[in-house]
């Protein structure tokens, strides 16, 4: 991929390219990303440019004529923009995974059984566009999908989904019999809340809350030893008013 991002920033005559050895060193603990290379070229944007409109008409031209729609100040949205355009599926250095360097997922979830976790789907669900994946489109198949595969936990990032959908999703698949947990997604530089919320709402709606708790008995319980949902619940609360 860095190859790739360097090869297009020759060939809009950059005049720099991304150094992977600098990336490693300076900006990661050994494992490099794709935030870590958009995160390289905004320093070396900023570095290279003193005015704001050379800026401007940088990311303009490495976008392929798309205009950067962030403030400049804002280094976690002009890096997202920068995933967005050139590291992401059609853009200029984009590499799409090798399912030959991923392990079978069997084995995967043995792993996690033998470390005494809990294989877990992670749902995308609805995109801001209101779109689903062709696996999770249709519930109803995707849930006995997952079961047929041994699993039996799922897991939402909120902020991605609306309210409804995932009041949908995420009920029917704990009547179901899934331990359903919801997320947030702290992995940019990006100033997130920790309290949860979706993408229409600013909290979780009462049903949301009880399916989210539940599953966080379950979750502690299980992390415990314990065998119920009653034992996570004291457990929590146990922990909550230490």
Do not use: W
Not at 4 to 9: Q, T
Not at 177 to 187: A, I
């Amino acid at each position: 991929m860095c190859g790739k991002l360097n090869a297009h920033l020759d060939s809009i005559k950059a005049g720099f390219n991304i150094n992977f050895k600098d990336v490693e060193q300076k900006l990661t603990r050994g494992s490099i990303r794709e935030r870590h290379l958009a995160k390289a070229l905004r320093l070396a944007v900023a570095d290279k440019f003193s005015s704001d409109a050379d800026k401007l008409s940088f990311y303009e031209r490495v976008f392929g004529g798309k205009a950067l729609k962030s403030s400049l100040d804002n280094d976690a949205a002009v890096e997202n923009e920068i995933r967005g355009n050139l590291l992401k599926s059609g853009g200029a250095a984009f590499v799409a995974e090798d399912p030959k360097a991923s392990l079978p997922m069997e084995t995967v979830q043995r792993i996690i059984e033998a470390a005494g976790g809990i294989p877990t789907y992670p749902f995308l669900a609805d995109d801001a566009k209101g779109n689903f994946t062709d696996f999770e489109g249709d519930l109803m198949k995707a849930c006995d999908t997952l079961k047929k595969r041994g699993f039996s936990s799922v897991e939402f990032i909120t902020t991605r989904n609306t309210t409804a959908v995932l009041e949908r999703y995420a009920g029917y698949l704990q009547d179901e019999g899934f331990t359903v947990t919801f997320g947030s997604e702290h992995n940019t530089p990006a100033l997130e809340p920790i309290r949860l919320r979706t993408r229409d709402a600013e909290t979780l709606s009462e049903t949301l809350r009880k399916i989210n708790y539940r599953g966080a008995c379950i979750v502690a319980a299980h992390q415990a030893g314990l065998d119920s949902i009653d034992a996570g619940d004291e457990l929590i609360q146990k922990t909550v008013l230490q």
